[in-house]
């Protein structure tokens, strides 16, 4: 069983940056597919990125293309979530995920069947 450990929220003004971590163990980390979630309040949890095994490959919301950048170290089984000229509108809990099978892609929030605790990120105007 993976546990799946967020780090790096915070409250921040609107253009600021953040960089979230997610500290993987318990499994072979290279071996799945990561991603990230968040969920405002009211809302429905919504897919922001995600990253393939390597890292070569990365998927993204619309809503933050350009501005987020999902990354991993395979050496640390760590997974970043880089948030620059952040927005009100990226206000969230956001939570980091492991792909539900290993050695497949994973590009949905269905492709994901584990979860971290969440870690609360607001941005003020």
């Known amino acids: 069983q993976v546990q799946l450990v967020e780090s790096g929220g915070g409250l921040v003004q609107a253009g600021d940056s953040l960089r979230l971590s997610c500290a993987a163990s318990g499994r072979t980390f290279s071996s799945y597919a990561m991603g990230w979630s968040r969920q405002a309040p009211g809302k429905e949890r919504e897919f922001v990125a995600a990253?393939?095994?390597?890292?070569?490959?990365?998927y993204y919301a619309d809503s933050v293309k350009g501005r987020f950048t999902i990354s991993r170290d395979n050496a640390k089984n760590t997974v970043y979530l880089q948030m620059n000229s952040l927005k009100p509108e990226d206000t969230a809990v956001y939570y980091c995920?492991?792909?539900?099978?290993?050695?497949?892609?994973?590009?949905?929030?269905?492709?994901?069947?584990?979860w971290g605790q969440g870690t609360q990120v607001s941005v003020s105007s």
């Open positions: 995920a492991s792909a539900r099978v290993p050695f497949r892609g994973a590009t949905t929030l269905a492709d994901f069947g584990s």
């Open positions: 990253i393939s095994r390597s890292g070569s490959s990365t």
